[in-house]
Every structure is written in C-alpha cells, then in structure tokens.
C-alpha cells in the first residue's frame, strides 16, 4: 500500500470521526458520551474496512478510548462483550481443529469425488448444496475451508478457472448459514440476545433457506452458463480414471470415528438444548453454549498431546478478540442511550407498518452488511429494533428473522460483506494467484442477491408463522 493511499484513507477517517461528532450533536442532540461512542464505533468499523489488516488494532484503540474517557467501566464493558458467544465459537473451533487433524475433511471429499455420470450440472448442485448443508453444521468459515478443497482439486483435474466455482461456494455458504443457529455467528448472536432457540430456527429459517439455495441454483446456471459448459467440455474430454480414483481413497480408522462421534455428539446435544434445558431447570441456552466447551474439553483429554496445538492454530483468535470488542463497543451504543435515539428515528420511518418494517429491515441490514462484516451490523441492529418492538411488539415475530436474511444474505453483495468472503478470497489469491475484483464479484452476487432478498420480503410477509 502507498504512502499517498495510507494518508487518504487516514485522512478520510479523520472526516468521518469530525463529521460524525458534529452531526451526533447538532442532528440529534447528544450528550458528549453518546456522541464520543457513536465516533469510536464507526472509526473502529471503517478503519477495519479499510485496513482489514490492522482491524483488531482499532478495535482495541477503540475500546481503551471509551474507558479512559468514563464513556462506560471495566465491568460493564466486559459484560457488553458476549464472552459466552466468544467461548461458544472457541468450543467449535477446538472440535473442527480436531475433525481436521483426523483428516475428516479429507474423507468426506474422496466420497464426493467418486460420484458416477459426473456433470457440470450435478458438480455445480453439489457445490451449492454441500456448502450450504455443511455451514449448518459447522459454521461459515470452516465450511468454506473445507469446500475450497474440494473446488481446487476438481478445479485442478479438469484443468478449469477455480475463481467462478469458489465464489457460487461462498454465495451458498452466506445463505446456507441462515438454517441454524450454528452457521454464523450472527445466528448465536441472535438467538442468545433475544432468546431463539436450534428448534425456532429449523421451523423459521432452515425450509426458508432450502427454497433459496434451488433458487440460487437456476440462477448459478444462468449466470455460470459458459463456465459450464466449459467444464462440461473437460469432464468429457478427461474424466474421472483409475488413477483419480487412488488418489481420493481415505482410510477410516478409530481416531477418525471417535472425533465424528464428539461432533455429532454435540450436534446432537445443541439441536436439543431447549428441551435438555426445560428437563434440568436450566437458563435459557445454557446447554446451546456451554455444550461446544465441555465436549471440547473432554477431547483436549482424550487428545491431551495435541491439545496446545488445537488451542493455538485452530483457533482464529484475531477474529474472535476482534467480535469481542466490536460486541462491546455495540453494547456500551444501548448503555450511553445511541440505539433508543435511532430505533426512535427508525420507528418514525415505519410508522407502524408491518410491510414498511420488514423491508426497511432487510433493506438496511443487508446494505450494511455488504459495506461492513455482518457480525458487526446485527450487534449494532439488536439493541436498535429491541427498542422499536417496545412500541410495536407485533413485530417481534418477524424481526429476527428479517435481521437474520438481511445481514447474512446481504453478506453477498460485496467480497467484504462476510468473514467466509474474506477467508475464501485469501486463500483463492495465496494459492492461486487469482483475484476476484469488485466488479466480477458484483455482476454475481449481487444480482442473485437481489433476487433472493425478494424472495425472503415475500415470504416473511405473507406466511403466517412469521406474524
């Protein structure tokens, strides 16, 4: 990066933090505490988007700032945190490391490789779906690793551009992580926040999310049609052989069954926390996250050799210290009285209209998300539309969901909308050496993004179970 580049961009957050300052007290009157952490959190998110590098610094600066200047203390800023999200994630990221070490992920793609009458058509639909199935299950950026292997081998095989099959992997992964409450940390956040549970979202989200993926996939034909083609040309021309077939064939040995054991377990364990719950008198979603840190630990016995190294790579500590202090900052906008002045803005523009509200929602989120990571933004919404449902508590069936769609499809519409974008694009430039531009990206995503968010207005709006 360019000196001249760095001076901009500093010199650009040195405007937004003045004019932001000048228009949180001569637009909306606040104090100097609210105006101070509106400043602090829309620096910290912009100087992340702009130096995605150095985004964990300006998180830190961030938050030091609204403690020495008494915005908010020690205690509650650490309450504002979500700790119990954070632990949750290093749970999960502690068995995936596992499932990885035991070559899981290995196994499961030598299957998918052996597939008879193989066509562009049934690659593109296992792509899609397997990407979507799997962020379910083990969340959005593991997912993503594990498809992008796949891609680059059969990408590689076929003697085919990766660029087109990895971004359809990441598209479907952002829409495939709205079916449960695992897929994306937007979902934990949601449903520890407001107090939805594994069971609310496959009855509200995972049919809704299904719909979209055969959607997705008609339009991944269209779009994709010559790169299609293309690949059909060479899955004739080359095909799968002998040779292709040694070369994905993975043993399964007991360590490989015990590690799918420990994460099916927990699967298992989550999908039913609220019952678990209800039978031992426990909080609400007590078993959802503590549930990833005791079978995590039960591992870390078992694998006890192993256990320094889950820890420390397996773990995406830059990301997670990053969440927790943009949580924080999130948090202490609802403590100094920002969010109730915007959900007071926000309720003067829906006017008590339902169809008003769900599309305002979607609208918002999803252009934010595809601005700003969209963990970011539904920290931020939550404490927002928690105050307009004060005022209009017939909403509340629909909200979450709404703020569900459009922060994780809305995801799509930028390669920096979702930390699966991020992490897809990193490792497509690193091995590769290919780029997906900003107007590639966008001829794609965000046209089928339109399409779905549509999709999801019509069905929030008219299907009973959202009123």
Not at 15 to 28: E, N
Not at 54 to 77: C, P, Q
Not at 118 to 127: C, G, N, V
Request: with cysteine; charged share 15%.
């Amino acid at each position: 990066m360019h000196r001249k580049e760095v001076f901009l961009k500093y010199l650009f957050l040195l405007g937004l933090a003045l004019s932001t300052a000048y228009g949180s007290y001569s637009l909306f009157n606040f104090s100097f505490s609210q105006g101070f952490s509106l400043v602090v959190f829309i620096v910290s998110v912009m100087g992340a988007l702009l130096f995605w590098e150095f985004r964990l610094s300006f998180a830190l600066l961030g938050s030091a700032l609204l403690i020495i200047f008494k915005i908010v203390d020690l205690e509650k800023f650490l309450f504002f945190s979500s700790l119990e999200i954070i632990l949750f994630l290093i749970g999960m990221m502690i068995l995936l490391g596992n499932l990885k070490e035991m070559g899981f992920f290995d196994w499961s793609l030598s299957k998918l490789l052996k597939i008879r009458a193989l066509t562009a058509r049934k690659l593109l639909f296992i792509i899609i779906f397997l990407s979507a199935l799997s962020s379910c299950l083990m969340g959005e950026v593991s997912s993503i690793i594990f498809i992008i292997v796949f891609i680059f081998s059969i990408a590689d095989y076929f003697e085919v551009e990766p660029w087109p099959y990895v971004l359809i992997a990441v598209l479907a992964t952002n829409i495939g992580s709205t079916g449960t409450v695992l897929g994306n940390p937007v979902g934990i956040l949601i449903a520890t926040k407001v107090g939805l549970h594994f069971e609310d979202f496959l009855k509200h989200s995972f049919i809704l999310m299904i719909v979209l993926l055969f959607l997705f996939y008609f339009v991944s034909l269209f779009l994709f049609r010559k790169h299609l083609k293309f690949l059909d040309r060479q899955i004739k021309k080359l095909g799968p052989s002998e040779m292709f077939s040694q070369l994905v064939i993975i043993p399964v040995d007991f360590n490989l069954k015990v590690s799918v054991l420990f994460f099916i377990s927990t699967i298992l364990i989550i999908a039913f926390h609220y019952r678990i719950e209800l039978l031992l008198g426990l909080k609400e979603n007590t078993i959802l996250l503590i549930s990833p840190l005791v079978i995590s630990g039960i591992l870390i016995i078992w694998r006890r050799k192993k256990a320094r190294l889950y820890i420390e790579r397996d773990v995406e500590w830059w990301t997670i210290l990053f969440f927790l202090f943009l949580f924080a900052q999130a948090g202490v906008l609802q403590h100094t009285g920002v969010a109730k002045t915007f959900a007071s803005y926000f309720y003067n523009i829906i006017a008590g209209n339902r169809m008003v509200f769900i599309i305002a929602v979607i609208l918002f989120t999803s252009l934010f998300s595809g601005l700003v990571d969209n963990v970011v933004v539904v920290a931020a919404f939550i404490p927002i539309i928690k105050e307009v449902l004060v005022f209009h508590p017939e909403f509340s069936g629909v909200c979450w969901w709404a703020l569900l769609y459009g922060a994780c499809l809305g995801g799509n519409f930028t390669h920096i909308g979702s930390t699966a974008n991020i992490v897809a694009l990193g490792i497509l430039e690193k091995e590769k050496a290919t780029k997906i531009g900003l107007r590639r990206w966008l001829v794609f995503g965000f046209s089928s993004t339109i399409l779905l968010l549509f999709l999801s207005f019509v069905v929030f709006y008219l299907l009973p179970w959202y009123k």
